[in-house]
């Protein structure tokens, strides 16, 4: 297991639902990717409505029925995990918005490890 604690980066990327590489969901396939490569985790998130540089309005509202809706992919891993993220995207052609923060890690571990402790 991997020890994850104090400062590091998080990662959001921000892409839309409709988004495949290989045929297969871009948010799924990157997310298979960075479990591949031994990032700490990561998170997808659905959105129910947004827009994007081209200002384009996605949302769930039933007169409005998106088929792209947002997407929010969130890692928190290493500086130096993150610089090699980059290539990835690059790798993948990920379109989108991408930002990066520092953030402070107060806990990392499995589920159930509290209780294997006590």
Do not use: C, N
Not at 87 to 99: P, Q, R, Y
């Amino acid at each position: 297991m991997r020890v994850l604690d104090g400062e590091q980066v998080l990662v959001r990327i921000f892409i839309g639902e409709g988004d495949r590489w290989h045929h297969q969901p871009l948010s799924l396939a990157l997310v298979e990717r960075l479990r591949r490569e031994g990032f700490a985790g990561a998170t997808v998130f659905h959105g129910v409505a947004g827009f994007g540089a081209r200002s384009v309005l996605h949302t769930t509202h039933i007169l409005r029925m998106s088929e792209d809706l947002p997407v929010v992919i969130e890692v928190v891993d290493t500086p130096e995990r993150v610089e090699r993220l980059t290539g990835i995207l690059d790798e993948m052609d990920i379109e989108g918005l991408v930002t990066t923060e520092k953030v402070r890690v107060l806990r990392y571990a499995p589920a159930g490890a509290a209780d294997r402790r006590r």
